[in-house]
């Protein structure tokens, strides 16, 4: 006997990743050191990434609150800090503020937003809560 499945019911269904807006009404946040850098917020579900770079390029993407975008939010961890010059930054934290950590080394954790449907998270489960 065969079973038939669509490859539809197949995929999990993933949500939009929304542009989020500033308390301005726009989209667009100026790094305040560098000018001519900015940065756009987007969720997707419980997740966060920030889209970086020149302020000319990200103007020039006409994106404005509430954009759906159809790529996906990837969470990466590892176990060494992503910032050598600044290795607090990016530290995998519970909400009471406790860094989780694995075989006592602290777990760093980055969220980024790709294109890319065939890149999956990479997540290393704590052992120290």
Do not use: R, W
């Amino acid at each position: 006997m065969f079973t038939f499945v669509s490859k539809k019911n197949m995929e999990k269904e993933i949500e939009p990743v929304i542009v989020l807006g500033n308390i301005h009404g726009g989209c667009i946040d100026i790094d305040l050191e560098d000018d001519d850098q900015c940065c756009i917020i987007l969720k997707q579900g419980k997740k966060m990434a920030a889209l970086v770079g020149d302020i000319d390029l990200l103007i020039g993407t006409g994106l404005e609150p509430g954009h759906k975008l159809k790529g996906q939010i990837i969470t990466k961890e590892q176990l060494e800090p992503f910032d050598s010059e600044n290795p607090q930054f990016l530290l995998k934290k519970l909400p009471n503020g406790t860094v989780c950590k694995k075989g006592g080394i602290p777990i760093y954790s980055y969220n980024y937003f790709t294109y890319n449907k065939k890149e999956v998270n990479e997540i290393i489960e704590p052992d120290n809560i």
